[in-house]
């Protein structure tokens, strides 16, 4: 009889355990939902919009306009001088807003961000906001549709900064996936 309870409780559990789906997340960082079936899915993309982390959210359903920026988080950092990042949307213009604590001499219309994603893919982002100089000088990139694309589909694996004096390269990346969960944010 204690053999017969046992088999029902271990079938009871693999027939719960094997109705479940699980996450995953693909070696070029796209999230995906595995079923027990063996099927499989990509997860949909509002999923990651629970997590959002707003520092901003002005929305005007009548008049058709937002103003969204992520909070700032450390993407990476080398030695220790740290690369602040945080996505944001201009009504249609993406955008991503920069702080290196270094000294990069000025950002003007020359300077960029060059971000290396693990997937080998190289994302040129050239700064369009006002030349400033100085450490901590405020960076700001527009993305494109390519961009957007490429950002999302692999974690990053390095970053360069280039002002008109020096340049750096963010060697320590402490949050590789932040694009790929955070750009859904703003797309809506």
């Not at 004096?165 to 969960?181: G, R, T």
């Amino acid at each position: 009889m204690t053999r017969f309870i046992t088999l029902i409780c271990f079938s009871f559990l693999s027939v719960l355990c094997t109705a479940q789906t699980q996450q995953a997340t693909t070696t070029d960082g796209k999230k995906v939902v595995l079923n027990n079936d063996g099927t499989w899915r990509y997860a949909d993309d509002t999923e990651g919009m629970a997590n959002c982390d707003y520092e901003l959210r002005e929305i005007d359903e009548f008049a058709g306009t937002a103003h969204i920026l992520m909070k700032r988080v450390r993407i990476g950092k080398s030695k220790d001088v740290g690369l602040n990042v945080k996505v944001g949307r201009k009504n249609d213009t993406r955008i991503v807003h920069g702080m290196y604590s270094g000294d990069l001499g000025c950002l003007d219309n020359e300077a960029f961000m060059m971000l290396k994603l693990k997937n080998g893919k190289m994302v040129k982002l050239m700064h369009d906001g006002p030349t400033k100089c100085g450490k901590n000088a405020p960076m700001k990139f527009t993305l494109s549709t390519d961009d957007i694309r490429a950002l999302k589909a692999s974690p990053v694996s390095i970053i360069r900064v280039k002002g008109t004096k020096y340049s750096a390269d963010v060697d320590q990346i402490e949050v590789a996936n932040y694009f790929i969960d955070n750009l859904n944010c703003v797309l809506k």
